[in-house]
């Protein structure tokens, strides 16, 4: 029995003393009287933590997964759709009307431009503005082509950026002594260096309306008829926007944005008893900044009767109508005007339309009128066959603001709208507007890409 309960006990597992009771061995270290130090472990409470119960998801039946994976399969099919279209040929029709007019201008540029050139520039050299303007025209047809190349759905993604740059370049024109903002005759609308690179912060302020608010509207639909999603947060960025504009003073630019905003919003389904309103809102709007506020009060004035005083207040009105008038039906030929020789101001920028009806006469300037109502309307036939709203959108506001800028052009030189300073596009000289115009028509080009199959006939 002894032997049993000795061998037992030998294959009996050694019970260990738990880890809190546990002494790590010293190996060398004793202490002077020989014994070997012993260390002394003082037990710490560990805290047991509640384990963490997380919801359980209620598991999905098999319609609800059938409808998740047609749904992917759904959007991949239109990304693989997408990069297939956005390979498709442009719109030409629209592509040679821009270039038919760019080239158009640019040689009533030179003809418009020669005489103040000579005279007023530093090397007396008369192809000065025609140059400057030739090298931003190929800048602006290449930058036009590869934008048109890039699929238009890309452009969501830099909508809000693109709003805040402009919102902080139109905040920092209205800083005052600014070193970097460029007035000229009074207004302060240009960021550059010098005479080596300007631009206007509201360019570009432009294009990022149209472009957020395509993005934004087009992911709205029925919530456009409410004020809280589709008329608040629009008007609050217009105003802001316009409102920095307005200080510079740039009446017409603010004008431009309000327009093309409006025009959107309409076109996005808003309620119409909102467009009335806004409708009657900037009518007093327009009557306060034209007949109240100082800096447009001489213009109206002098634009109702532009021979009361046509040596000063009046003399850039009363010298356009000479010029308009000079050119009959014919005209008297191309680069020989006599207006351009520096008695109508601004005659190769803002008032060229002038100098286009004094050398080609009223036929010559319709045909050009009749080439830009051709490229506004196919802008628009553009828009209807666009393969989403977004792109609809999006050429509705490039197409709006080439329309607009056109008639208020116009209007101004012939006398039928108050004289503000807004140019001609793909006319007037300006090298970075001729640019970023080009720019916009190949957003229109790259919307046409992908343009819904048309019938034949």
Not at 3 to 24: T, V
Not at 334 to 344: A, D, I, V
């Amino acid at each position: 029995m002894a032997a049993r309960g000795s061998s037992a006990a030998r294959r009996e597992p050694q019970r260990r003393p738990p880890a809190q009771q546990r002494r790590k061995p010293v190996p060398s270290q004793q202490c002077r009287g020989g014994r070997p130090r012993q260390s002394v472990v003082i037990p710490f409470p560990i805290p047991e933590r509640p384990p963490v119960k997380r919801p359980r998801r209620r598991p999905l039946s098999r319609e609800e997964a059938q409808r998740r994976q047609e749904f992917r399969l759904r959007q991949q099919a239109l990304e693989e759709e997408g990069k297939e279209l956005a390979k498709g040929p442009i719109d030409l029709p629209f592509c040679l009307l821009v270039l038919l007019l760019m080239a158009i201008g640019l040689v009533m540029l030179l003809s418009a431009s020669f005489p103040s050139a000579y005279y007023y520039t530093k090397a007396n050299d008369p192809t000065y503005y025609f140059i400057r303007q030739g090298v931003f025209a190929i800048m602006g047809v290449a930058a036009m082509f590869f934008i048109g190349k890039i699929n238009y759905k890309r452009f969501r993604g830099v909508a809000k950026s693109l709003l805040y740059v402009s919102i902080f370049l139109l905040v920092l024109v209205v800083i005052p002594g600014n070193p970097i903002a460029v007035t000229v005759k009074g207004a302060t609308r240009w960021i550059g260096v010098g005479e080596l690179f300007n631009f206007q912060p509201s360019e570009i302020a432009k294009m990022a309306i149209v472009i957020y608010f395509s993005d934004s509207i087009s992911k709205k639909k029925d919530l456009m008829r409410s004020f809280r999603y589709g008329i608040l947060p629009y008007a609050s960025l217009l105003v802001v926007t316009a409102g920095l504009v307005a200080i510079e003073p740039h009446l017409s630019g603010a004008i431009l944005i309000l327009g093309v905003g409006a025009a959107l919003m309409l076109v996005g389904g808003i309620n119409w008893a909102w467009v009335f309103g806004a409708l009657g809102g900037a009518a007093a709007m327009l009557y306060f900044a034209l007949f109240v506020v100082g800096y447009n009060t001489s213009r109206i004035q002098y634009w109702l009767n532009p021979w009361a005083d046509a040596r000063d207040k009046g003399y850039q009105l009363s010298q356009s109508l000479i010029t308009i008038g000079s050119g009959g039906l014919l005209g008297v030929g191309l680069g020989k005007s006599r207006q351009k020789f520096l008695y109508l101001p601004e005659e190769h920028n803002d008032f060229i339309f002038a100098i286009i009806c004094e050398e080609l006469g009223l036929i010559g300037a319709s045909v050009i009128m009749l080439l830009f109502a051709a490229l506004i309307l196919r802008g628009y036939w553009i828009a209807l066959h666009a393969r989403d709203r977004f792109g609809s959108l999006l050429v509705i506001g490039v197409t709006t603001l080439i329309a607009m800028q056109t008639f208020l052009n116009i209007g101004v030189v012939t006398g039928l709208l108050p004289t503000t300073g807004i140019s001609l596009p793909f006319f007037s000289y300006g090298g970075t507007a001729l640019s970023i115009q080009l720019a916009e028509m190949g957003v229109v080009l790259s919307v046409s890409r992908q343009m819904k199959p048309t019938k034949a006939g």
